[in-house]
């Protein structure tokens, strides 16, 4: 019966967006028979050739706006947009027209969804567009960094090899956050464990013993009578601690994550933390030359690729920095001295919470002789060599530090509960 109502509710959602698309299409013809729209379309198209990407968003934006509702909420997952590059690289790369290239993938794809997006985007470049102009009419499925770098590869003939490079950096980045998470899924689990066996002791197996206690009339220590309360307090306002728990977590996700403020706190306190500021910061600078080595040899500008990668961090520490760097590139100054590097012979060097002296002399080193986008590509390997060591020392320590926090929790109840018992013989002679 579900798989039925499922069935009726796909067909009426595909009824739903054909006629939205067509619609849609039909605006589209009446507004190129307007003479005024058509000017200024034909005016930002010019303007756009030689321009750089700074109104890319601006463009993306105003699509958004005008794209119907069932374009408007298609998502692509990773594993997708992997397949998608990976699958139009090798074709591409084997002289498969980029028409026939999509028509293939499209007919690969099992999602209905993916199949329309496909469509619409096989209609653009039927219609005149760039595969990179019509990826812009999605910015909520494709990155802005992504077109850019599709966009660089048709501009320079080279799209098979940026969309190859893209594969491989797309599968390295989601291998480091694979670490990351494994890293830290054991003590995360431990800790779930520990509490959850506290909160049942101190809920179910401590009232029990209290009204034991209760019964025999025994002097408890006072280690026995502060653990007998709070679980006294557990048992009584069991629900009013939950919703004042969840309350919690909820203002704290929103103040720290949803808020300027708040993710400036939390980004400071995370950089004051031994170990994980460390790796927040690396993982942050290797982001950074990722994007940019990629940008950069894919033939993007230098302040064009400061300000895409500025648009891809979560950082917002890092996305003001790289905002003014992209500002002092427009005005003529080199990056390196942005990153506080004065005088390389005399090694004067401003102090940079953000950018390390190793950072702003590669950068120098790279501008000097024109190899910046090298220079970019073996700061990302050192970092990433750096954090995969960190990562298995934190395995490493971090696991019998929980368990010996786990142990001791739980000894302090447990000795709080059998304290009493040298007591009873003594109270019933």
């Excluded at 025999?216 to 709070?230: D, E, F, R, S, Y």
């Excluded at 990056?335 to 004065?342: D, I, P, T």
């Excluded at 142990?407 to 003594?426: C, D, R």
Aim: one cysteine or more; glycine letters at 6%; proline letters at 3%.
């Amino acid at each position: 019966m579900s798989a039925f109502v499922s069935k009726i509710g796909d067909t009426f959602s595909d009824i739903w967006f054909e006629i939205e698309l067509f619609f849609g299409k039909i605006f589209k013809r009446k507004a190129k028979k307007n003479p005024v729209v058509s000017d200024s379309h034909i005016s930002s198209t010019s303007a756009g050739t030689d321009a750089s990407y700074s109104g890319t968003s601006e463009k993306e934006n105003e699509n958004v706006e005008k794209m119907p509702f069932g374009l408007r909420m298609l998502r692509m997952g990773f594993k997708d947009r992997l397949f998608f590059y990976d699958q139009m690289s090798t074709l591409i790369g084997s002289g498969v027209t980029l028409i026939e290239s999509l028509s293939l993938v499209q007919a690969q794809t099992q999602s209905k969804n993916l199949k329309k997006l496909y469509k619409e985007i096989i209609h653009d470049i039927n219609t005149g567009m760039s595969l990179a102009d019509s990826m812009y009419r999605f910015p909520h499925v494709f990155p802005r960094m992504q077109g850019a770098l599709v966009e660089a590869g048709e501009k320079s003939g080279n799209l098979k090899a940026v969309l190859a490079e893209l594969v491989e950096e797309m599968e390295s980045s989601q291998d480091f956050k694979r670490k990351i998470k494994g890293a830290m899924f054991y003590p995360i689990i431990l800790l779930v464990l520990a509490l959850g066996m506290v909160t049942g002791m101190m809920t179910f197996v401590i009232p029990k013993i209290s009204s034991m206690y209760k019964e025999a009339n025994v002097a408890l220590p006072t280690i026995t009578q502060k653990v007998i309360g709070l679980s006294e307090f557990m048992v009584s306002n069991w629900m009013m601690i939950l919703l004042y728990i969840v309350g919690t977590i909820l203002f704290l996700w929103g103040f720290f994550c949803k808020t300027k403020m708040g993710r400036k706190i939390w980004e400071e306190f995370v950089s004051i933390t031994p170990v994980f500021g460390t790796i927040s910061k690396e993982k942050n600078l290797m982001a950074i030359s990722a994007n940019m080595s990629m940008l950069m040899k894919s033939g993007v500008l230098i302040s064009d690729a400061f300000e895409i990668t500025e648009n891809t961090l979560d950082n917002i520490h890092y996305k003001e920095a790289l905002k003014e760097i992209h500002k002092g590139v427009v005005m003529g100054k080199e990056v390196s001295e942005m990153m506080g590097l004065e005088d390389i012979k005399a090694q004067k060097f401003k102090v940079n919470k953000l950018f390390p002296l190793q950072m702003a002399q590669l950068m120098h080193i790279g501008e000097t002789t024109g190899t910046i986008a090298q220079m970019l590509t073996k700061l990302k390997q050192n970092y990433h060599k750096s954090i995969d060591y960190k990562l298995k020392n934190i395995s490493t320590v971090i696991e019998p530090l929980m368990i010996f926090l786990v142990a001791i929790i739980v000894g302090v109840i447990l000795l709080a509960v059998m304290m009493p018992f040298f007591n009873i013989g003594s109270t019933i002679n």
